[in-house]
């Protein structure tokens, strides 16, 4: 059985900043990525940052300058650095690792239970 914990979330103000883990475990064979999702009320599901465990790393467009996606290959760990936050970041964020288990020669979608982030004045 594979877990994805997140920690880090929080209540910040517009501008503050939040880091946010992310760290899998289990029975793992390897993790081929990692990604940040988030979704608010009303709205669907967004990709906002994904890593490879090559080190290729994409955003989505309305983060780009302001959050740093990292990640610790030993660890089965990742990470969001979240700068300058705005309102509209506000969110539900959901960790998603691709991997393959050691009971299976396929890759598949593990999710976390999410952690809230609200950034308001």
């Known amino acids: 059985q594979v877990q994805l914990v997140e920690s880090g979330g929080g209540l910040v103000q517009p501008g503050g900043s939040l880091r946010l883990s992310c760290a899998a475990s289990g029975s793992i064979f390897s993790i081929n990525a990692m990604d940040w999702y988030r979704q608010a009320p009303g709205k669907q599901r967004e990709l906002v940052a994904s890593?490879?465990?090559?080190?290729?790393?994409k955003y989505v467009d309305s983060v780009k300058g302001r959050f740093t996606i990292s990640r610790d290959n030993d660890k089965n760990t990742v990470y969001l650095q979240m700068n300058s936050l705005k309102p509209e970041d506000t969110a539900v964020y959901l960790c998603?690792?691709?991997?393959?288990?050691?009971?299976?020669?396929?890759?598949?979608?593990?999710w976390g239970q999410g952690t809230q982030v609200t950034v308001s004045s």
């Open positions: 998603n690792a691709r991997l393959k288990t050691k009971a299976s020669e396929f890759i598949g979608n593990y």
């Open positions: 890593i490879t465990s090559g080190g290729e790393i």
